[in-house]
Nanobody, 115 residues
Framework: VQLVESGGGLVQPGGSLRLFCAASGFTFSSYPMRWYRQAPGKEREFVAAISQSGGDTAYIESVQGRFTISRDNAKNTAYLQMNSLKPADTAVYYC?????????WGQGTQVPVSS
């Protein structure tokens, strides 16, 4: 199982980024996907989740209306579209897949939001 995040980088407040999570080693379309983030000095927190088909999504309140999680099962890829970014969104962003009794994580992608 491998998850590889990409798309991070320095962005100004109010800007947008699209994160990618490329998955391999399992049947991607059979599992929900989740995004988490960890800000400097803080615990990792849940950001967004999407069901296997993409029909159901959930978000932490602080990103509701600004972030959109999606997936392309044909490309084995999950996405996190982030708009209206704030300095408080600065973090390392991780994708996660819950497989049976084990969670698998990517290595993370950094998103600094600063002017």
């Amino acid at each position: 199982v491998q998850l590889v995040e990409s798309g991070g980088g320095l962005v100004q407040p109010g800007g947008s980024l699209r994160l990618f999570c490329a998955a391999s080693g399992f049947t991607f379309s059979s599992y929900p996907m989740r995004w988490y983030r960890q800000a400097p000095g803080k615990e990792r927190e849940f950001v967004a989740a999407i069901s296997q088909s993409g029909g159901d999504t959930a978000y932490i309140e602080s990103v509701q209306g600004r972030f959109t999680i999606s997936r392309d099962n044909a490309k084995n890829t999950a996405y996190l579209q982030m708009n209206s970014l704030k300095p408080a969104d600065t973090a390392v962003y991780y994708c996660k897949v819950p497989l049976s009794r084990t969670d698998y994580w990517g290595q993370g992608t950094q998103v600094p939001v600063s002017s």
